[in-house]
């Protein structure tokens, strides 16, 4: 009998231990009562957890904030603002800005001296020019738990030469999204080698994607009585157009065997945007305009988002968003992507040598993502410090990941265990491994490229977005195009400053090159 | 009588015409003669602008004939339509009232707004009017064809502001005496010949207040290129005051483009004092 009820108080406790850590509402606890965001999780122990900040006393004191426009970051900022709040007794203002004014809304004050705001949010790429008005992360956040938990890429990313002058509130790399239901489908596997004599399968170059991305566009391929696409892509001049253009660019222009630079040749500057490498990935951008869906030259990436989130197209690859937009539970093709590394090339280019390398080459892009600091004029500075980082707390972190919308994605070395989307998203166990893989081998590269940060960035990006457009307008071929990028970006670097561009592209020169 | 008092009562004008007229133009110009931008700051650079402006910068000249063309087409248009609608509902017609309001429905909208619903009518393969138009096997590619693109810029503007020119030119009729007209009516006039020789005529001096009045405007033409097309494909729709923002709020270049934002507005008001007068020769000969 005492041996039966042994045995039973053991699988009882299985039971429950097994509930405890599989179902959402296992982890109700006090704090999930109150802020039902994370009812998934519940509060997670930390530096910077609920517990913890509950402890804290600010009232009478004001944090103001400038956002972005709601949904996409704009509001997990305010629902963290609110909760912050509530909990500190703070007041929070939260201004929401669209993306476009964020640098302009941050730096016009910066320059006049002034801190009308305590919290910027802007983009990553604005380290170089805004860090000299942000306060640099304090020690004690640094060796928080939550921050311990940040990818070294990211870390990274945030910091400049070792200062850590943004706080990681988002992680962003781009890398290839696919439609399994097709890629994966016998009969479709077997109709592509009928008709075209070759496999179908998670392309791994550029010019697979390509082939595959024009066999599957223009026809009901899903069987849902609309026409379906092959490539959803960010195409539109100015909106973050040239993020997608360095994505297909690095498979044929960033060289393991060559360091010292992607976008400029470090040593004496010179702009690498035209040499056969860029040409060769801009080409085949122009080739892509013939295998979007209807008005895909003037996509954002709101409009990539919606293309293949919604089941349009059988390809798309940049920012997260539309993976996780794709596999929330509305989507009506939820457990029918798949994540893979960006597609490689089967040649690269060889700046030293002058030559293309006839080898496969594959590199990702760590591409920059939502960013935020504190104003080194803010005189609410540990409030302000506090505000952040509970706002990625593990609880927050985990709550957002799951929220298509909210512009949050993984940077934390926990969120690339599976087991976190299989159980608290619902995701296919393949599904989930895959799209961590997919995460985790990018952190573990070594031929990565991180975006451009020298000063100025925007004059830079600015002149490929406009050189690109042309070429994908027809106005220009690809050579003529990324000519006139490379004449711009020689007279960017002239009126900033040889050294000073050469300085600054150091830094990011050092992360490419596992320097750093 | 001592009036110097008077000069007190001129101060609080002067005041606000100083601050909002005159001080916005003296920093414009003494921007324009810096370098400020993210990494420098309001620092001296002479004419340093300048020079680049109009020896190396052939994209904000394309941008300014491009929009010469769309601000000559757009305001000749909305003058053709809104003189036709201003005629139709002057005369005595059913629903005269209801048809007033409704031409006027359009201005009274947020362009913004109405950008962002004409790019959903005209969106390539969500929008309701390649849907419509598929049905007969076409699918005109609105904003992401060079040349389309600009007419899809031309319709979306000719059909917010043709109300104005409406609105003026109603006005300008309303208000016109009716001696000619009966005598054109005694002497046997035609409807056309009435409206060549009678209407028109008396109709120039508000004409050309209205065509100026809306140059003026369109050539200030910005949220309709910013909404819908982001100056693409390419640069084929992007505008001067388009350019000038890139410059200016997007990569911070703020000396550059008040070197631009000055020249641009030195080029208007010349251009605008010659069709001004340009008008008068041609539309009050006598």
């Known amino acids: ?516 | 009588m001592n009036f110097k008092h008077k000069y007190v009562f001129l101060f609080p004008g002067l005041f606000v015409l100083i601050g909002i007229l005159i001080f916005p133009i003296i920093f414009v110009v003494r921007l324009s003669l810096s370098g400020w931008n993210s990494y420098n700051g309001l620092n001296f650079i002479g004419l340093e602008n300048y020079i680049r402006l109009f020896t190396d910068d052939p994209r904000f000249w394309q941008s300014f004939f491009r929009l010469s063309f769309l601000s000559v087409t757009t305001v000749v248009l909305q003058y053709v339509i809104g003189f036709a609608l201003a005629h139709m509902v002057w005369k005595d017609i059913k629903f005269q009232r209801f048809f007033r309001v409704l031409f006027l429905i359009p201005m009274m909208t947020t362009p913004v707004i109405m950008t962002v619903i004409w790019r959903t009518f005209f969106h390539e393969s969500l929008g309701p009017v390649n849907d419509i138009l598929s049905n007969f096997g076409m699918s005109p590619k609105w904003l992401t064809d060079p040349t389309l693109a600009k007419i899809t810029v031309i319709i979306v503007e000719v059909w917010q502001w043709t109300p104005f020119m409406f609105l003026l030119l109603l006005a300008g009729l309303l208000s016109l005496p009716k001696e000619p007209f009966l005598a054109a009516a005694i002497d046997g006039a035609s409807p056309v010949r009435k409206f060549i020789y009678v209407t028109f005529p008396l109709m120039a001096p508000i004409s050309i207040g209205a065509i100026i009045i809306r140059l003026i405007e369109a050539s200030k033409i910005m949220d309709t290129v910013y909404v819908l097309t982001s100056g693409g494909p390419g640069t084929s729709t992007e505008t001067s005051s388009f350019y000038i923002f890139i410059k200016g709020l997007r990569e911070f270049q703020m000396g550059y483009a008040a070197s631009m934002s000055f020249t641009y507005l030195i080029i208007m008001i010349i251009s605008l004092t010659f069709i001004a007068k340009g008008l008068t020769k041609l539309l009050l000969k006598d």
């Open chain 1, 1 to 516: 009998m005492g041996e039966k009820m042994k045995i039973t108080k053991t699988c009882l406790s299985a039971i429950i231990s097994g509930v405890l850590i599989f179902s959402p509402m296992a982890y109700a606890d006090k704090w999930s009562d109150q802020f039902p965001h994370i009812k998934a999780t519940g509060d997670i122990p930390g530096d910077c957890s609920y517990e913890e900040m509950s402890k804290k006393n600010y009232k009478g004191k004001t944090l103001k904030i400038n956002t972005h426009a709601v949904p996409v970051i704009g509001q997990p900022t305010a629902l963290h603002a609110e909760q912050f709040a509530k909990l500190t007794g703070a007041k929070v203002d939260v201004t929401h800005t669209p993306a476009g004014d964020l640098y302009a809304k941050a730096m016009v004050p910066f320059k006049a001296g002034q801190a009308p705001y305590d919290i910027v949010f802007g983009f990553s790429n604005f380290i170089n020019d805004w860090r000299q008005y942000l306060a640099p992360v304090p020690k004690k956040y640094m060796n928080s738990t939550e921050m311990k938990d940040v990818t070294k890429s990211h870390v990274g990313v945030s910091s400049w030469d070792g200062t850590m002058y943004q706080y990681p509130v988002d992680g962003d790399r781009h890398y290839l999204k696919y439609r399994k239901d097709v890629i994966d489908n016998p009969e479709m596997q077997k109709k592509y080698k009928a008709d075209t004599g070759k496999t179908l399968r998670v392309p791994t170059t550029w010019k697979e994607y390509g082939e595959m991305a024009k066999y599957f566009n223009g026809w009901d391929w899903d069987g849902d009585g609309e026409k379906e696409y092959g490539s959803a892509e960010v195409m539109k001049k100015d909106d973050l157009m040239f993020a997608a253009f360095f994505s297909r660019s690095v498979a044929y222009a960033k060289n393991p065997r060559t360091p010292g630079g992607f976008f400029f040749d470090l040593e004496t500057m010179k702009p690498n945007i035209n040499n056969p490498g860029f040409v060769e990935a801009l080409g085949d951008w122009v080739e892509a305009t013939k295998y979007v869906p209807p008005g895909g030259i003037n996509f954002g990436l709101g409009d990539e988002i919606g293309s293949f989130g919604g089941g349009q197209t059988l390809f798309s690859f940049s920012w997260d968003d539309a993976f996780i937009a794709a596999m929330q539970d509305d989507s009506p093709i939820k457990n029918k992507v798949g994540a893979a590394p960006l597609p490689g090339a089967d040649k690269v280019w060889n700046r030293v040598s002058g030559k293309w390398e006839n080898q496969y080459n594959q590199a990702p892009y760590i591409v920059w993502g939502w960013a935020v600091g504190v104003a080194k004029k803010s005189k609410v500075q540990e409030m302000a410090f506090d505000y952040l980082c509970f706002f990625s707390n593990g609880a927050n972190h985990q709550a957002d990941l799951a929220i298509g919308n909210f512009g949050v994605n993984p940077f934390k070395n926990s969120d690339f265990d599976p087991q976190l989307y299989i159980n608290t998203m619902g995701w296919d166990a393949d599904i989930a491994n895959s799209y961590t893989k997919t995460l985790n081998d990018m952190e573990k590269s070594k031929n990565r490229v991180f975006p451009l940060r020298v000063r100025g960035v925007f004059e830079f990006t600015s002149a490929v977005a406009t050189g690109t457009s042309k070429a994908l307008a027809g106005q220009l071929s690809p050579q003529e195009a990324l000519d006139e990028v490379a004449k711009e970006w020689e007279a960017i670097v002239n009126r900033v400053g040889k050294k000073n561009v050469q300085e600054d592209y150091a830094v990011g020169v050092k992360m490419e090159d596992n320097k750093l």
